[in-house]
């Protein structure tokens, strides 16, 4: 079992940034992929952004060039660092894991506010 705890998350101003960070308990190499998702009320969870095991990035539309997804190995944790935030990038940010048996692990989610 694969357990997942974000932080990071909070209040900031359009055009702030913030770094958010998840705590993986196993090993980050050993999973297939990591990624960020966000969900807003009434919405599906989108990606913000993923990596693979071997290191390729992807970002949604919305993000590239203001996020950067990377992976703390020291920490074991996966880190979103994003910037140039805007109201829109308001969200519950969750982390995820998925394994190369097809299982895929969530964290329990952490807030982002980004006041205009």
């Known amino acids: 079992q694969v357990q997942l705890v974000e932080s990071g998350g909070g209040l900031v101003q359009t055009g702030g940034s913030l770094r958010l960070s998840c705590a993986v308990s196993g090993r980050i190499f050993s999973f297939r992929s990591m990624g960020w998702y966000r969900q807003t009320p009434g919405n599906q969870r989108e990606l913000v952004a993923d990596?693979?095991?071997?290191?390729?990035?992807n970002y949604g539309d919305s993000v590239k060039g203001r996020f950067f997804i990377s992976r703390d190995n020291g920490k074991n944790a996966l880190v979103l660092q994003m910037n140039g935030l805007k109201p829109e990038d308001t969200a519950i940010y969750y982390c995820?894991?998925?394994?190369?048996?097809?299982?895929?692990?969530w964290g329990q989610g952490t807030q982002v506010t980004v006041s205009s």
């Open positions: 995820n894991v998925n394994t190369w048996s097809g299982s895929a692990f």
């Open positions: 990596i693979t095991s071997g290191g390729s990035t």
